[in-house]
């Protein structure tokens, strides 16, 4: 069993660029992963994005903000559960309020994982967990066929 309490946790920054910014307790987990996240007032959580692999959810706990996703915005409060399996549909948060919003938010991963990001056309592929794993990021359409460099293919 292990206890924190969160009261006594300091806040570090998790991101922090142009309109994306947030600050995070991580709480630990290896398979379950959990931080306690709060987004200020006029920030976005992360880019909008959707994952083929890691299954995401979030509980607020404080404050309000929206959740984006293809179909719109979508106001959440205290006590709001929403979950994001692997998949899915895109998502961001969206504080446009004049309070933090303070939330849960929880991830099961496999170690690996591709997201999506349908603004900027994006694509990346993650092989282990940080602070040892790897990341790979990519514009979609600058894909190579599968056989170039490949002298046996010639």
Not at 13 to 23: E, P, T, V
Not at 107 to 133: E, L, M, Q
Request: glycine share 12%; aromatic share 10%.
């Amino acid at each position: 069993m292990k206890i924190l309490r969160t009261n006594d946790l300091p806040w570090a920054d998790a991101l922090a660029k142009g309109n994306f910014k947030q600050r995070r307790k991580p709480l630990g987990g290896d398979a379950l992963g959990a931080s306690l996240f709060e987004l200020p007032p006029g920030k976005k959580s992360f880019p909008f994005h959707m994952h083929h692999v890691t299954e995401e959810a979030l509980f607020v706990v404080s404050g309000t903000m929206k959740v984006r996703s293809p179909d719109g915005l979508t106001a959440l409060g205290p006590g709001d559960f929403v979950s994001f399996p692997p998949g899915d549909e895109a998502h961001q948060l969206v504080n446009d309020g004049t309070e933090p919003c303070t939330y849960l938010g929880l991830s099961v991963s496999r170690g690996h994982d591709v997201v999506d990001y349908p603004d900027s056309g994006k694509v990346a592929v993650a092989i282990g967990k940080p602070p040892g794993g790897q990341r790979f990021l990519f514009k979609k359409d600058s894909q190579v066929d599968y056989f170039l460099g490949e002298k046996d293919a010639e």
